[in-house]
C-alpha cells in the first residue's frame, strides 16, 4: 500500500492503464469473489433461545457440524447437522446440502437447500416442497 503513495501520479495512471488493457486483451471478466453474507446467524447472535441451543448441543459430534439456517417456511431458526465430511470431501466449493425439515405444527413437509462453502457458512438457500415417491 505504502508503495502506491510513493510512486508519482503519472506513474500510476500508466500501471492502471496497462492493467486494463491487459485484462481487456485476455477477454478475462473479473470474477468478483462471492460476498459471504454479514447477517448469518452464529451462536454468539443475540436472541437464541435457550431451547434452541439445547438442541445445538444435542446434535453437535465430533463429525457433525451444526448451523443455523432461518426456515423461511416456519420462520423459525433451526439447527441442521451437516456431516463435516460431506463437505471436507467434497470437491466443489460450495457444497448443496438438502434437509429436510418437518413443522410439527402445520405437518407440511418443506425441504432446505443449503449451499455451505467449505468454512461452512451458508452462501445460498432455498426451500422447496417435498414430494415422497411411495410408490
Ligand atoms: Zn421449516
Not at 96 to 110: A, E, G, M, Q, Y
Not at 114 to 123: E, K, M
Amino acid at each position: 500500500m505504502n508503495d502506491i503513495k510513493n510512486l508519482k501520479p503519472e506513474k500510476v495512471k500508466e500501471d492502471l492503464k496497462d492493467k486494463s488493457k491487459e485484462d481487456m486483451d485476455l477477454n478475462i471478466p473479473a470474477i468478483p469473489e462471492a460476498p459471504k453474507k454479514k447477517d448469518r446467524i452464529t451462536l454468539d447472535s443475540p436472541g437464541l433461545t435457550t431451547d434452541l441451543l439445547c438442541k445445538i448441543k444435542k446434535l453437535e459430534q465430533k463429525n457433525i457440524k451444526v448451523v443455523l439456517v432461518n426456515c423461511e417456511r416456519c420462520r423459525e431458526v433451526i439447527p441442521v447437522p451437516i456431516p463435516k465430511n460431506s463437505i471436507k470431501k467434497s470437491e466443489l466449493p460450495v457444497v448443496p446440502i438438502s434437509f429436510v425439515h418437518k413443522n410439527p405444527k402445520r405437518k407440511d413437509l418443506h425441504c432446505i437447500t443449503l449451499h455451505l462453502d467449505h468454512d461452512f457458512d451458508i452462501r445460498r438457500q432455498r426451500i422447496s416442497d417435498v414430494i415422497l415417491d411411495l410408490e
